[in-house]
């Protein structure tokens, strides 16, 4: 649209006494124009007491008349409806421009151009003081940040000081903002706050601008794929948004939280400066309860507060996952051994059968793990509570099918303890009863009958005999010590009685093992 001319100034400062040349110079007026509207007023007698009164456009109108009538030809686009529409999903500024043209076409009225049409819609917000979406669509992003400014933290103790972090997230539709202090900045703690983040909004945005901080972003290249931390990525995912890092030195790419971040300062760290926090849950109330007022407090330049337009704008997220993203650390590279089990904080799990040997990485979560072998899920399981260790989670139908079958290993170990003497076999005993599956028992059972390696059969018998008088079910650690006991120097009135046999171990024959045609 044409820039009209500014008659009722040219008439007011040239009946003042203001040369033409000055009021050009000064106020940036061609001379043209300001000619033409004098001519156009003494052909009239026309004078500045006569468009005193009247407005710019009405002045206008009185000097060009003819340039109205051409303006008015055109159909007027109904940009009120234009606003709405834009708040829709996949809607955009040039095909509400085709639908105005069709209806031109149709009714037999000029139509504006393209760049009329847009200029026509940012007048339209810029005059009646709304969010131009040509810049901010409703539901489609939030940018995240964490705040340059700290809040302190008191130890009541011992008086020492803490910095409160203040991670801030921002809807740039409706400016509705969300702020949680935290201890330190840290990748969990970074997910963990976008989750009460879409918690807090109700929703998710279909994407999520954030900085390039490396607990999110590992490579953002000039060229090439951006590469995100793979914890962040997941969790964006679960949530389905679009990680997009701002471009490098680049803050207005994100410019809504960049100025809510120096708005928060006033509303949260700056009115609550005078207060102390021994307690970290006390300060969390005190900032949301800060955080709510700031969110409801009316806007300055235009009608309404971030509140009032996210109440419209939440209807415009995508709904949150039924379960929420739950946090996993991951162990690499964890062998499967021959029992079908991998080893997580001294406990064991099972997983099929089929890849004994190999290598598989492990998802620990809060409550539950999951072992994955080439990016495929193939076991989860229930984690055991933190300090018990030794237990396994054993699924039958992961056990191969020989392993259902315990003459082939469980008896030949109680043959083994038999050939050992009666209290080895008692100790083997109880150690298969206590345990649920009977191939759970076979590393500890092992490694007792192993011991006649280093020790001989009488002394092993005898340490299982005193064990036993000691431990309802004593276990590798009981009869290692008592061996090692016995065999320190200066060991007096032991009943382990050392034997002629080697400290290399016992050699067994073929026949040990199942050879010459023995089924052992």
């Known amino acids: 649209m044409s820039q009209k001319i500014r008659v009722k100034l040219i008439m007011r400062l040239a009946e003042s006494g203001m040369s033409q040349n000055a009021i050009a110079r000064l106020h940036h007026i061609s001379k043209r124009s300001i000619s033409d509207v004098l001519s156009i007023a003494k052909e009239q007698g026309i004078s500045f007491g006569d468009v005193a009164s009247l407005t710019d456009e009405e ?29 829709r999903v996949g809607v955009t500024l040039k095909l509400l421009w ?27 917000t810029a005059s009646n003081n709304l969010t131009n979406h040509l810049a901010h669509r409703p539901g489609d992003a939030c940018e995240v940040d964490w705040s340059g400014k700290v809040m302190k933290l008191v130890d009541r103790a011992s008086g020492e000081v803490f ?134 407090l009316p806007f300055q330049k235009r009608p309404g507060s971030r509140y009032e337009l996210w109440l419209d704008e939440k209807n415009f997220l995508e709904k ?50 999951e072992i994955y072998h080439n990016n495929q899920c193939i076991s989860r399981h229930r984690r055991f509570p933190k300090g018990i260790s030794g237990k396994y989670d054993t699924r039958r139908e992961d056990m191969p099918p020989y392993f259902n079958q315990p003459e082939m290993n469980g008896e030949r170990m109680c043959r083994w303890a038999d050939k050992i003497g009666p209290a080895t076999r008692m100790v083997v005993d109880r150690i298969f009863e206590s345990v649920r599956i009977q191939e759970q028992a076979y590393n500890s059972v092992l490694s007792v009958l192993k011991l006649e390696n280093k020790f001989s059969r009488i002394e092993l018998e005898a340490a299982c005999r005193k064990a036993l008088s000691q431990f309802h079910s004593p276990r590798y650690r009981h009869l290692k010590a008592i061996l090692s006991a016995a065999r320190s120097p200066g060991r007096v009135g032991t009943e382990i009685k050392s034997t002629g046999f080697s400290n290399k171990g016992l050699v067994r024959g073929a026949s040990y093992y199942g050879g010459d045609n023995h089924a052992e």
């Open 59 to 87: 002045a206008y109108r009185q000097f060009y008349p003819d340039k109205h009538v051409y303006e008015t030809v055109y159909r007027q686009p109904d940009y009120a409806h234009i606003h709405e529409e834009l708040k």
């Open 98 to 124: 085709q639908e105005y043209q069709a209806v031109c076409n149709s009714s037999g009225q000029f139509a504006f151009g393209y760049t009329k049409f847009c200029m026509g819609y940012e007048a339209y």
């Open 163 to 296: 910095k409160v972090f203040l991670f801030v997230g921002t809807l740039p539709y409706s400016q509705y903002s969300y702020v949680e202090p935290c201890l330190d900045c840290k990748e969990r703690t970074w997910l963990r706050c976008h989750i009460h983040m879409y918690e807090f909004f109700g929703g998710v945005p279909r994407r999520t601008i954030c900085d390039n901080l490396k607990t999110g972003v590992i490579a953002h290249p000039r060229e090439g794929e951006i590469m995100l931390n793979e914890a962040y990525e997941a969790m964006a995912n679960h949530y389905m948004t679009a990680i997009m890092p701002a471009p490098v030195k680049r803050p207005k790419a994100k410019a809504s939280v960049e100025g809510t971040v120096g708005k928060l300062a006033t509303a949260v760290i700056a009115r609550l400066r005078n207060e102390t926090f021994y307690d970290f849950d006390a300060l969390k109330k005190a900032v949301h309860a800060a955080l709510n007022e700031f969110n409801k």
């Open 320 to 369: 949150l996952p039924d379960i929420p993203y739950e946090l996993a650390d991951w162990l690499r590279d964890r062998k499967v051994y021959p029992n079908c089990h991998v080893s997580v904080e001294k406990n064991f799990y099972s997983v099929p059968h089929s890849y004994a040997g190999q290598k598989v990485d492990v998802k620990l979560m809060e409550v539950t793990l």
